[in-house]
């Protein structure tokens, strides 16, 4: 199972681009990398998906480097609205499924 | 469509009762999940179900049960609370497999606490 590390916090100031960082150095060829947002007490959000490509929607970008070992979700014009807990998920769960298993994320908070 | 619905959204029980948490979607997905999540950490996953008729433990599934009858509903059932059951639990469902390009939609949590 590939296993991911994020650093435990980052700050951002308001309507600069937030940069979040994410190794998944044993990641495998067909996993996905995912990230989801926890904004305090509400459940997990999804904000975007990629395999090998880099990929942009309504939410954000996702950067993934050519070696597919570490990837950077960019949200363009952070508003304090984005803080929140995000985590990059690529790692599978015990079980014939493959699941998610959340860590313990980046806590982004976005500065006034 | 309302999504992922959990009920009940807060909880007190005494320590040796029982509780059924329920959760129900209407996006007739096949995957369900039950995570918990305790203060501080990240979500960690109790049990899922890949459709109806068929569960499988996660990670931390001991003091739980759960059970899949139609595509719908997932309930999670807890016998004989204990204080470490003290948590806020999140049911999600998804189309198909996670980490296979398939979004999982997560309900808006359950808190419960077991004193």
């Known amino acids: 199972d590939a296993k991911t590390t994020q650093p435990p916090s980052m700050d951002c100031a308001e309507g600069r681009a937030a940069n979040l960082p994410c190794n998944h150095s044993?990641?495998?060829?067909?996993?996905?990398v995912y990230w989801y947002r926890q904004i305090h007490s509400q459940g997990p959000q999804y904000i975007i998906h990629g395999l090998k490509n880099n990929e942009t929607n309504e939410m954000a970008s996702l950067i993934i480097t050519e070696d597919r070992k570490s990837s950077t979700l960019i949200l363009p014009h952070a508003t304090l609205r984005d803080t929140a807990v995000y985590y990059c998920?690529?790692?599978?769960?015990?079980?014939?499924?493959?699941?998610?298993?959340f860590g313990s994320g980046t806590q982004l908070t976005v500065l006034p | 469509n309302a999504g992922v619905t959990q009920t009940p959204k807060f909880r007190i029980l005494k320590i040796g009762q029982s509780m059924t948490l329920q959760c129900a979607q209407d996006m007739n997905h096949n995957y369900m999940y039950w995570y918990r999540q305790d203060p501080g950490m990240g979500l960690k996953l109790i049990y899922y179900?890949?459709?109806?008729?068929?569960?499988d433990k996660g990670e931390v599934p001991n003091g739980y049960n759960v059970s899949r009858s139609t595509t719908e509903d997932f309930p999670l059932r807890l016998e004989l609370a204990a204080p470490s059951q003290t948590s806020v639990y999140f049911c999600?469902?998804?189309?198909?497999?996670?980490?296979?390009?398939?979004?999982?939609?997560f309900g808006e949590g359950s808190w419960l606490t077991v004193v």
């Open positions: 179900s890949v459709g109806a008729g068929i569960t």
């Open positions: 999600a469902s998804s189309y198909g497999p996670g980490l296979a390009g398939n979004t999982i939609y």
């Open positions: 998920i690529v790692r599978v769960a015990p079980g014939s499924a493959r699941q998610l298993t």
């Open positions: 044993t990641i495998s060829g067909n996993e996905y």
